[in-house]
């Protein structure tokens, strides 16, 4: 079946770090993809929709200079936390999926702890 | 906007119970909805997705119902096992934004099965 991919699974790193994360659609493209962060005991919450060839479309709240995306391919999607801060320390998850009314695929989501 | 409120937040049983997990949603618009797994520190993993014109579905021992012009669904696990224990997400996909937006999440209900 259709898969995501996320990487990396984990990353420590110091205040004031800018963090990549990847998320790739395996078998399948997606012209869509979701970008989700959880706080802990906290729902996962949508932060972006990455749109492949177009910006991103930011929720509420969420700040599009802090939280770049790029979605530059049909399989990939990154998001980078810039100048990241202990307060972004949370985790985060991508989602795609290759038809609207079919399963969104998950990635195994990125712990991002900033000391 | 939408609002996802599961019930219970926790739940402890012995082995070989049947169980049900609820889930409300406050706007009925919506697409499909979704039950999902994550384990500790993992990705989700999707168990059943019900479109909007749809009933139930049923996966081995899992049976999903929705419920859409009450704003309710429900998650039946029969037999319990151990392997059970993880927290279960439900998840609405709104279809007041054209199909393209991301998903809502409730905050999950933490499921133990006593060995």
């Known amino acids: 079946g259709a898969v995501v991919s996320q990487h990396p699974s984990r990353v420590i790193c110091k205040s004031g770090t800018s963090v990549k994360i990847e998320c790739r659609s395996l078998?399948?493209?997606?012209?869509?993809m979701f970008w989700y962060r959880q706080f802990p005991k906290q729902s996962l919450m949508l932060m972006a929709t990455s749109n492949e060839g177009s910006k991103a479309t930011y929720e509420q709240g969420v700040e599009k200079d802090k939280f770049l995306i790029n979605h530059a391919s049909l399989t990939l999607s990154t998001l980078t936390v810039t100048s990241a801060h202990p307060e972004d320390s949370s985790f985060y998850i991508c989602?795609?999926?290759?038809?609207?009314?079919?399963?969104?695929?998950f990635g195994d989501g990125t712990r991002l702890s900033i000391l | 906007k939408q609002e996802v409120t599961q019930i219970p937040a926790a739940l402890s049983v012995p082995e070989g119970e049947n169980l049900v997990l609820n889930c409300s949603f406050t706007d009925s618009a919506i697409y499909n909805l979704q039950w999902f797994r994550q384990d500790p520190g993992k990705g989700l993993t999707s168990l059943l997705l019900i479109q909007s014109s749809q009933r139930e579905q049923t996966s081995g021992r899992l049976n999903a119902s929705l419920d859409k012009s009450s704003g309710r669904s429900t998650l039946y696990i029969a037999a319990s096992q151990p392997g059970d224990s993880a927290t279960y997400l439900c998840a609405v996909h709104d279809s007041s934004g054209g199909g393209a937006d991301g998903l809502t999440f409730g905050k999950g209900t933490h499921l133990i099965i006593q060995p």
């Open positions: 989602s795609a999926g290759d038809r609207r009314n079919q399963p969104q695929h």
């Open positions: 078998d399948f493209q997606a012209t869509t």
